[in-house]
């Protein structure tokens, strides 16, 4: 294992004492238990958003602190979701008194976790709504989850929700349009190989030269099949088909498109299967209104990428557009 860190149990307090130092003009990092806030919470009568789950992930989640995005996040240990304890207290922490939204990954631990946590905030008068996000088409049920995955669209979701909550909307009406972002999107991912957690310190799961895995889950989870590798065109091609007959999407729609690299994929690849993406749309028709191409919601050193498609209207477009100012995502800001 090849890896720039110290010891292997340090390694996630010791990136979120990197973060505090890094992005100390936007962020808060509070230890003990660990949670990332933004520097000016809470803002008094903004509905607060908060997410999380393991590290290993990044920038997802903490990356995603700041104005028009995320109110603080809750990292756990490396692909491992974080106790009720940080997330309760991170709720605490961003309450401006009109609410707080917890959006949260379909994964069986986060999602009881995130549970338990707005229970407790409940009982102290806190009001939570808990949305989750279930966007990936490969499998229904999984090593991790009961149901969909959820992956890619966490990220379109916290941005449209963040200038939502940002613009003063009611905590109804952002946990709303999460659930819209989530009904509008559809993600899959490919594996060209493992990834390695510091504590193992061996790859998650066995893929040979000869093998990519379609379908892999952000923590290694099994995918639909192995196949041969192939060009980026068909692998574009076998993703985007099953992402867009799932919805389905049709002729006419506008998409923002998200191809997000998985840690280990050069940019230029990515915008190879961007480039693949537009021509595989353009033939059915499907316009694409706006991009998102980068390495967002990772999987430690992995090399492969994910796709997303999010069916826009006038006020996703909108709310996408809206400044953002995070560490992970910045624009008009």
Known sequence: MKKLINRPEDVVREELAGIALAHAD?????????????????????????????????????????PGMLDAACPGEVFTSPTPDP??????????????????????????????????AAAEDITVEQVVLDDDVAVRDSLYTAGRRGVGATVLAEKICGAAAEAGRPLEEVAGLARTVNASARSMGVALTSCTTPMSGKPTFELADDE?????????????????????RDIVDALATAIV???????????????????????????????????????????????????YMTALDM????????????????????????PGLRWGA
């Open 26 to 66: 936007r962020l808060r990092v509070h230890t003990d238990p660990h949670y990332i806030v933004r520097a000016d919470a809470a803002v008094e009568g903004k509905v607060a958003i908060v997410s999380g789950g393991g590290s290993g992930h990044e920038p997802m989640h903490g990356g995603f602190v700041g």
């Open 87 to 120: 997330i309760l207290e991170a709720t605490r922490a961003v309450d401006g008194g009109a609410g707080v939204l917890h959006i949260v990954k379909n994964y069986t631990g986060d999602v009881m976790n995130f549970e338990m946590a707005a229970e407790l």
């Open 212 to 232: 990519i895995e379609f379908g892999v889950g952000i923590h290694g989870e099994p995918g639909r099949e192995r196949r041969a590798p192939a060009p980026a």
């Open 245 to 295: 007959d799932d919805l389905p999407f049709a002729r006419g729609d506008r998409v923002l498109a998200f191809v997000n690299g998985m840690g280990g994929t050069p940019l230029m690849e990515l915008y190879v299967v961007f480039n693949e993406l537009h021509r595989f749309l353009e033939g059915r028709g499907i316009g694409i209104a706006r991009s998102l191409v980068g390495s």
């Open 303 to 326: 090399a492969g990428c994910s796709l997303t498609l999010l069916r826009l209207d006038d006020e996703l477009t909108a709310l996408w557009d809206a400044p953002v100012n995070t």
